[in-house]
């Protein structure tokens, strides 16, 4: 495998005395006059916009660790993840989150402990 030329690891440690050291290629002033409008906006063209509801997606703290499984999956629903682009496996994580919550959801409810 090739080496890629423009990877560079930092400790945090290093990063901090980049940053103490005024060592930015941003250009805060730049970043600073952008309105909050300007900001959705080009937030909407890189990503599209948020779809209602995403702050109740929002996991505060660690999320919790993952494990390596293999696990079998129909090749047309792989293909539509992949498709999708870099993260895909974080997506199809995301799609299994969100259906064990709403299971976890329906039998809280059952219980009447909402």
């Given at each position: 495998m090739r080496k890629k030329e423009n990877i560079a690891s930092f400790t945090a440690d290093e990063i901090d005395a980049?940053?103490?050291?005024?060592e930015s290629r941003?250009?805060?002033?730049k970043a600073d006059a952008l309105?909050?409008?300007?900001?959705e906006r080009l937030a909407d063209e890189d990503?599209?916009?948020?779809?209602d509801g995403w702050e109740k997606t929002v996991i505060i703290g660690l999320p919790p660790?993952?494990?390596?499984?293999?696990l079998r999956i129909d090749r047309d629903v792989?293909?539509?993840?992949?498709?999708?682009?870099?993260?895909?496996?974080?997506?199809?994580?995301?799609?299994?989150?969100?259906f064990v919550?709403?299971?976890?959801?329906?039998?809280s409810e059952r219980l009447g402990n909402t």
């Open positions: 980049k940053l103490a050291a005024g941003t250009d805060w002033a309105s909050e409008a300007e900001i990503e599209g916009p948020m779809p660790g993952k494990d390596a499984i293999k792989l293909e539509w993840f992949r498709q999708t682009g870099k993260g895909y496996q974080t997506r199809m994580n995301a799609v299994l989150r969100a919550k709403s299971r976890q959801s329906d039998a």
